[in-house]
């Protein structure tokens, strides 16, 4: 799964430039005013439609964490960077199945002002006993 982020004078502005980058199998993550006036718009498309739900994990070296304090994982985003791309980022790379990862970045929107580790746990409570 591919994430961007798009920024547009207007809601058609933005949505054209999704289908011409991402194409119409674009699936629209979140939506939100732009802090500059305009609209600013998340999609994800799916880049092998036929992949299994449950894939095994992938055995490589772990990266060390992008903070300066060792151990932890920075969760505020960077300037520029936006909470849903975080937890986006995230999925991904713990190979989370798609189609789950869409439920949790469609319930992270409504937490974007929040920490990125908020946002996701907040969907985890939400989608999971």
Not at 60 to 69: D, F, Q, V
Not at 80 to 103: K, T, W, Y
Request: hydrophobic share 40%; proline share 9%.
């Amino acid at each position: 799964m591919r994430l961007r982020s798009f920024h547009g004078e207007t809601m058609s502005e933005a949505m054209r430039q999704v289908r011409e980058a991402l194409g119409t199998q674009a699936v629209i993550v979140a939506t939100r005013d732009d802090e500059q006036g305009g609209v600013r718009v998340t999609a994800a498309v799916d880049d092998s439609p036929n992949e299994p739900l449950l894939q095994p994990p992938k055995i490589s070296k772990p990266e060390p964490p992008p903070s300066s304090t060792p151990g932890k994982i920075a969760t505020a985003p960077a300037e520029g960077e936006d909470v849903v791309e975080i937890v986006a980022e995230q999925l991904m790379r713990h190979s989370v199945p798609a189609p789950l990862a869409e439920q949790i970045l469609s319930i992270v929107t409504h937490f974007a002002d929040h920490d990125a580790l908020i946002a996701l746990g907040a969907a985890m409570d939400k989608l999971f006993k």
